[in-house]
């Protein structure tokens, strides 16, 4: 059902490379959406991914939902990309703006703060608030972020 071919062609690894892996820990919600306009194969580099149990068609338009710090960011976009995994797939969404990339880029950033908190928490035993934790993870990691 699903066309996992990349977009892209040879270069599909590269292209993948460009789209921030969303926390597999961390929760994501979608849903196909109908209505938003066409032609949005056209739109910028890089977006989102994440790992589905669900197939996709490219081109398919989805919302997805990202809570986070006890709120929840929507965003829309399509699907640039699949590939099949042995228990899944991983998704590559396109965003339908670039204030949309950019609005999803803070709140992966927040998610990667909020696991590295975490994570601090049960590997080291220290209890971190969020702004210790943001402090140490920018210093760390911010600078491999991946722009959008």
Not at 54 to 64: K, N, S
Not at 84 to 100: H, L, M, N, P, Q
Request: a negative charge.
């Amino acid at each position: 059902m699903s066309d996992t071919r990349d977009t892209q062609g040879d270069d599909g690894a590269s292209r993948r490379r460009q789209f921030m892996r969303h926390p597999s820990d961390m929760p994501i919600t979608f849903r196909r959406r109908a209505g938003l306009s066409s032609g949005l194969t056209n739109l910028g580099e890089g977006g989102l991914c994440f790992r589905s149990a669900c197939a996709f068609e490219l081109g398919d338009e989805l919302e997805l939902a990202i809570p986070v710090l006890g709120d929840e960011s929507h965003f829309q976009g399509w699907v640039a990309w699949t590939r099949k995994r042995a228990d899944g797939y991983d998704i590559g969404v396109s965003f339908c703006s670039t204030e949309e990339a950019h609005r999803a880029r803070m709140v992966e950033q927040l998610c990667r703060i909020e696991a590295y908190r975490q994570d601090v928490q049960q590997a080291e035993g220290r209890n971190l608030s969020s702004e210790e934790a943001a402090v140490e993870w920018i210093a760390k990691f911010a600078a491999d972020f991946p722009d959008c």
